[in-house]
């Protein structure tokens, strides 16, 4: 899942990129509504989080903008107001959900997967097939009990595969969930993390095969192993 997040405040900024990649996320973190207004325009984000007091550009504006492309955009404002007045136009302007700072990490988390689940993302936290299991809130992946060891970006890309079991995942799909815009150096990338993730199921004996599909894309298909 890939998410858009704006805030000025630099230590709060990385202390939530940091946690959202640990936990999964592609993040592309930016601190102007202008840069999150362009980064939108070249890039489709799960959802959206913002802080309010901008340098440049309100985040209600920043907001009202990203939605007149996209109306659906799941969204959660992160702000240091907390007058009642600021909360209802934060609600009544489309925002998904409203944190008011301080807050918990954690709590953040939550509530960004329960926009999420709402905006018909993930139909919960758990995905099985084939012998596997995936649990999106531990990142725990395992084979018929057994615990799989995978990086940050092959449980990325085993959570992405299982959202929609059976259906080709074209690769600038897949690029654009897992990888951030500062991220995209090797243009191999995605196909070395498909190869290792095939050799770790194998590994495991998984009755799971990522099938390519030459020049479109990737699909995750039950057999092959027992
Ligand atoms: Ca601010």
Do not use: C
């Not at 939550?110 to 758990?126: E, M």
């Amino acid at each position: 899942m890939r998410v858009l997040l704006l805030e000025d405040h630099r230590a709060m900024r990385e202390m939530i990129a940091d946690h959202l990649k640990e936990r999964g996320f592609a993040v592309d973190a930016v601190a102007r509504g202008e840069a999150a207004i362009a980064a939108a325009g070249v890039a489709r984000f799960d959802a959206v989080i913002l802080d309010l007091g901008l340098p440049d550009i309100d985040g209600m504006q920043v907001l009202a903008s990203l939605r007149s492309s996209r109306a659906e955009l799941p969204a959660i404002i992160l702000t240091a107001r907390d007058s009642i007045d600021d909360r209802l136009r934060g609600l009544n302007s489309g925002a998904d959900d409203y944190i008011i700072k301080p807050f918990n990490l954690l709590e953040l988390e939550a509530r960004l997967r329960a926009v999420l689940r709402r905006a018909g993302s993930p139909r919960g936290n758990t995905h099985s097939l084939g012998g596997v299991t995936f649990d999106s809130v531990t990142r725990e992946a395992a084979a018929f009990g057994k615990s799989l060891e995978l990086t940050r970006r092959e449980a990325a890309l085993l959570e992405e595969l299982m959202r929609v079991p059976g259906q080709v995942i074209t690769k600038d799909r897949l690029e654009d969930r897992l990888y951030a815009l500062e991220d995209s150096g090797s243009a191999n990338a995605l196909e070395a993390a498909v190869s290792r993730l095939r050799r770790k199921l194998t590994a495991a004996r998984a009755s799971l095969q990522i099938e390519t599909k030459w020049g479109i894309g990737y699909r995750l298909v039950e057999g092959g192993q027992v």
